[in-house]
């Protein structure tokens, strides 16, 4: 009888329905860029609406009859389309909105506006596709920011104000992404995680962030990758790989997909190197990103990606010239063995997003992560130190006359790591009203790592083996036979097994109001993150488990004097924390140290932006300065991207400095940019006094310039300069770093390219074969176009004679040319 009723009603529901003379229209709204655009209000006579999160929209209209949809926002022209419709008809519309300029510089809470608030750099899509650079992905951009130092045209890594690699948040449409553990040099490294064709917007704080973001020291990558509303696709191609992207929409609207697959050859970076080699060095990932929209109110996303490295490596030989034009040495170096590396990652996420009402949203996300890395060599290098003859005519110019040191070194590995992280999570956001904004979440995520490290180095120096300086026992070999056993240089072995659980949480609270004629902005917010370690293997001191909780207040405050010129400050700080992840829990011997603390730093920034026109066309400068006091430091050793932590929380350290960029058209219709500045980090450990961490990096200059051909406007030109002073060299193996505070040279690099677009999509055409393609463009990149010496690392090598280490420089790449082909259809 209950079902009876309930059919009756569902019955008479769906008659009144059909009764009812209506019609549908929906789609999305975006803006120039084709980036949808939140907010918009959208009227028709007496119902209305607003587009969500993604720009989607749907609206009710009454049918067989003339109507107008009104869309406005604060920051674009109205558009108005009248519609006719028949009863039941369901239409797509997809209205671009121009930006209103005159509006724009009255109005203070925009998407830029929004973005300067908060201390975030925004990079657009358009810049990224267009100038790409050696680093294959958003890296190349990030590089020519001040504060962020990449010395290194092989690796994605990057530093930010003094921290290490390790200190970065990266996050795509809200989950948090992962790169491998076991990479030591850039040129294992391969892709980035992200992938350029398939981004909407880039967002970067290089520090002083909100509580929203997670637990790090330096800063935050902030990606959204977009929904498509059409069918597209996108190909590229050139000598170090190529990619492929496409995307789709289905009639509906309500499933949205977009693939992109990257294929990536460092051969031709790796054959210019002075190592001669046979590499083969493939990297290949295929991502996604899909959304379904089970109505206005649910929508579920799902973000996937599969990646593989496989990086194989057999060195012949090396000359490495360095010393001074009256006293010139040379490294000759002839090799045997190879390396064989595989880095196969696996990642997949859900993010459920449930559209409460106007004000309230609910999100839950899950996320799984799995590596599986394989790092195994067995390379027998034998080399000669010695003078060089610099005689000018003699026909042994540039050999080796005189050997200083003659020895070999055998290096062994067989790394493997299995590491799986699962994450669950529960986000929400409540405006309280037009001005506040009340954010929260709370998220577990469980980390289980299992790990064998075996590596060992037997040095021999002119028929002697070399022992470690760490044993007692007196050694005064090579002029003393020595009758102790052999024992390898280095010798690391150790399995782990290791499973942490996190807890986090966080909320924060935003509101915008006004203080007089003035425009201002809070923000505040803590975040909580309590942590277990067990390791299946206890450390020397029998510790195996360790439980610690730390708490992260932050605040940011702005305002925006009502000044006839345009500018803002912002002050932002707070506690930040870093609890170790697996790597920070290992220490140089590979045992794992359970009881390590999270790095703490308080952090504080002071900034300002202002607005102002040159030649009737907009600019913008931004300054910050900021200064960090560290503590509970774990202090590392940096080997070209491989970090490896003492596992010790037995340093303090501060970092402190001044940030500069002026960007705007300095060209008509593009965007380039000047950035300087100014950096101070060092640390103190076991209170032996400062001396300079890894990273401190005193000066550091970028330009990203675009122009164009006047005449031939489709004749283009992009320039990448990064200017940085060198950081620390390093140190021997078993040497006290306080003794080797010596630099690398500065890193002086500069990539050009030039391009001509055959196919504008701003631009019509009646040749068949180009109405096809909405986009094709070809060009050619000229690589470090100065063709200028860079140093990653040092190579310590010992002078039989005198027992003097020599720092032999290891050089990146020289001039390297390259072509490339896109395209849109």
Sequence with gaps: MKLKILLFIAFLGFSFLGISQTATIKGVILDDNNVPISGVNIKAETTGTTSNINGFYEIKVPSDQNITLVFTHVSHKSVEQTFN??????????????????????????????????G?????????????????????????????????????????????????????????????????????????????????????????????????????????????????????????????????????????????????????????????????????????????????????????NISLNNYTFRPKNR???????????????????????????????????????????????????????????????????????????????????????????????????????????????????????????????????????????????AGFSVRPPIFDIPNNQPYEPFEGPLVAFENIRATNSVKIDRLQAYAQWSKRTTLGNNDVFYNAGVRIHNWNVNSAVPNEDGVSSSTQTVFSPRA??????????????????????????????????????????????????LGNEYSFNIWDRPFKLVSEAYYKHLSDVNPYTLENVRIRYRAKNNAKAYAYGLDLRLNGEFVPGTESWFSFGYLKTEENIDDRGFIARPTDQRLKFGILFQDYVPNIPDLKMYLNLVYNTGVPGGSPSYADPYDFQTRLRDYRRADLGISYVLVDPNKTYTSAWKQKLKELSIGVEIFNMFNAQNTITNTWVRDVYSKRQFAIPNFLTPRVFNVRLSTRF
Aim: hydrophobic share 35%.
């Design 85 to 118: 419709l028949k009863n039941g008809q369901v239409l797509e519309f997809h209205p671009v909105m121009k930006i209103d300029v005159q509006q724009i510089g009255l109005v203070v809470i925009n998407t830029n506006t929004k973005q300067s608030v908060d």
């Design 556 to 605: 940011q405050f702005a305002i925006k004097p009502d000044w006839e010129k345009d500018m803002l400050f912002r002050i932002a700080g707070g506690v930040y924390y870093q609890p170790p992840f697996y790597r920070e829990l290992r220490d140089s011997s590979g045992t794992v140290q359970p009881n390590v603390k999270a790095q703490k730093s308080l952090h504080l920034v």
């Design 120 to 304: 975030v750099t925004t990079i657009t899509p358009e810049v990224l596709r267009t100038i790409k650079g050696a680093q294959p992905g958003v890296e190349n951009i990030l590089k020519t920011l001040p504060g962020v130092n990449i010395s290194n045209e092989l690796s994605t890594q990057y530093s930010v104000r003094g921290g290490n690699f390790d200190e970065n948040l990266v996050y795509v449409n809200e989950i948090e992404v992962y790169r491998p553990f076991l990479i030591r040099s850039g040129q294992q490294e391969g892709l980035s995680f992200v992938n350029t064709d398939l981004v909407q917007n880039v967002d970067f704080s290089a520090g002083g962030f909100q509580a929203k973001y997670g637990d790090k020291l330096s800063s935050v990558l902030d990606i959204t990758y977009r929904n498509p509303i059409k069918f597209g696709m996108r190909a590229e191609a050139s000598l170090l790989g190529g990619s492929l992207a496409a995307e789709t929409v289905s009639k509906d609207s309500k499933f949205s997909g977009i693939v992109g697959l990257r294929y990536r050859d460092n051969s031709l970076f790796i054959n210019s190197l002075e190592t001669e080699t046979n590499v083969r060095p493939v990297f290949a990932d295929a991502q996604t990103y899909l959304t379904y929209r089970f109505s206005d109110k649910f929508h579920l996303n799902f973000l996937g």
């Design 319 to 461: 000359q490495t010239n360095f010393g001074t034009l009256d006293e010139p040495v040379a490294l000759l170096v002839f090799y045997e063995g190879q390396e064989k590396d595989q880095y196969f990652t696996t990642f997949g996420a859900f993010k459920a997003n449930y559209f409460v009402n106007d004000d309230l949203t609910l999100k839950l996300i899950t996320s799984g992560y799995h590596t599986t890395e394989e790092e195994y060599f067995d390379i027998l290098a034998q080399y000669r130190l010695g003078e060089v003859n610099s005689s000018i005519g003699d026909e042994n110019l540039g050999e080796v006359e005189f050997s200083e040191g003659i020895g070999s070194q055998l290096t062994h590995a067989r790394n493997d790591l299995d590491a799986v992280i699962v994450n669950i999570e529960h986000k929400g956001d409540y405006n309280i009203d037009e001005e506040s904004t009340l954010e929260w979440s709370v998220k577990y995520t469980h980390e289980d790592i299992r790990d064998r490290l075996i590596e060992w180095e037997v040095i021999d120096s």
